[in-house]
């Protein structure tokens, strides 16, 4: 075995990457003044499975897509995040709220993003410890379609 370690275990290194060159891109907006520690995207597509009576045959039936997501953050002093609720709070603001995950080059790729289109607030929740009293605020999301690029 060539390329293995005093372990007789194989020991390659991967592509390097830093996730200091990721950026978080709202509408209107700019994740750095909000304190983002958390994005959460979940996008399903709905499938029904059926069976025919009297054989063994199973058919798969497609239905909607739908798609959820939350932000967790600190609660801080800039007010980017009131025009943020305004913005992503408003169902009629729909069409033009979108968020972005921005992953850039590393040393051998060209990164990639991941954008929620159709995104609006469907509740919000506020957290404080005692022990540090950090305000937490969990924003829960409806997305209407993701992609990835």
């Not at 995040?81 to 992503?88: D, E, I, P, V």
């Not at 992953?103 to 990639?112: A, L, P």
Request: one cysteine or more; hydrophobic letters at 40%; charged letters at 20%.
């Amino acid at each position: 075995m060539a390329n293995t370690d005093i372990f007789s275990r194989e020991a390659t290194v991967g592509d390097p990457f830093s996730a200091d060159d990721s950026e978080l891109l709202f509408r209107g907006g700019d994740a750095q003044t909000m304190v983002v520690q958390s994005l959460t995207i979940n996008y399903e597509q709905k499938i029904t499975r059926a069976w025919e009576v009297g054989s063994s045959k199973q058919y798969f039936i497609a239905g909607h897509q739908l798609g959820t997501g939350s932000i967790q953050r600190i609660v801080g002093p800039k007010p980017i995040a009131g025009t943020f609720m305004s913005q992503y709070g408003d169902v009629c603001q729909i069409q033009s709220n979108h968020i972005t995950f921005v992953v850039k080059g590393d040393c051998s790729t060209n990164g990639g993003r991941i954008k929620a289109t159709g995104v609006v607030i469907t509740s919000v929740q506020y957290v404080v410890r005692s022990e540090d009293m950090v305000v937490n605020e969990t924003v829960n999301l409806m997305v209407a379609k993701a992609e990835i690029s």
